[in-house]
């Protein structure tokens, strides 16, 4: 069963540092990799989606890599602002056999991010 | 476009009570899927949609059903809500695949049973 596992839960760091996120995943048959941001009492927002050919995706100041034989990704942050401030999910999309991809995305737990001014 | 919406935003049930979560997508989107959202849990699929007329358990189905019967629309009921569903509800739409494109979420709505 494929689990995927963010750490640290909680991070806060000073602004203009560069920072990155880790997530874990168990079973290297993923079908790609996503990452979201929640503001509090809000629902998530797409950041980057990678798929499992590739290695990494840009966004901005963002840009995430995607590691498949380690079983992880990490999201980089460069010259983080206090508007940065959110939790950050990772998503991994799990390769389904016989009845193809259904789209059935797992989530980690997130990392809740600070950045203080 | 308004994108995703969800009602209501806050709902108090008692044990027992049912009571539908409503979705709905302006984007003509195809793809369709409902998560909760509990604390350490992360967010865990309960049903989704690929189409109109179309749709399949996700990893925590039981207590939920759905229906699909227009493009825009795609309701959560609860039979009979129990303790255990008390809960941030997300519904998601995407243009195609899930695992392939961008999901759009909606705000939520917050349930406790009491």
């Known amino acids: 069963k494929q689990e995927v596992t963010q750490i640290p839960a909680a991070l806060s760091v000073p602004e203009g540092e560069n920072l990155v996120l880790n997530c874990s995943f168990t079973?290297?048959?993923?079908?790609?990799l996503q990452w979201f941001r929640q503001d509090p009492g809000k629902g998530l927002t797409s950041l980057l989606l990678i798929q499992s050919s590739q290695r990494e995706q840009t966004s901005g100041r963002l840009n995430a890599s995607l590691d498949k034989s380690s079983g992880r990704s990490t999201l980089y942050i460069a010259a983080s602002q206090p508007g940065d401030s959110a939790t950050y999910l990772c998503?991994?999309?799990?390769?389904?056999?016989?009845?193809?991809?259904?789209?059935?995305?797992?989530f980690g737990q997130g990392t809740t991010l600070q950045v203080k001014p | 476009n308004a994108g995703v919406t969800q009602t209501p935003k806050f709902q108090v049930l008692k044990t027992g009570q049912s009571m539908t979560l409503q979705c709905a997508q302006d984007?003509?989107?195809?793809?369709m899927s409902w998560y909760r959202q509990d604390p350490g849990m992360g967010l865990r699929l309960i049903h989704y949609s690929v189409g109109a007329g179309i749709t399949d358990q996700g990893e925590v189905p039981n207590g939920y059903n759905v229906s699909r019967s227009t493009t825009e629309d795609f309701p959560l009921r609860l039979l009979s809500a129990a303790p255990s569903q008390t809960s941030v509800y997300f519904c998601?739409?995407?243009?195609?695949?899930?695992?392939?494109?961008?999901?759009?979420f909606g705000p939520g709505t917050r349930l406790t049973v009491l």
């Open positions: 998503a991994a999309a799990r390769l389904e056999h016989g009845s193809g991809n259904t789209g059935k995305l797992i």
């Open positions: 984007m003509n989107h195809e793809y």
């Open positions: 079973d290297s048959a993923i079908y790609n």
């Open positions: 998601a739409s995407s243009a195609g695949h899930p695992s392939t494109d961008t999901q759009y």
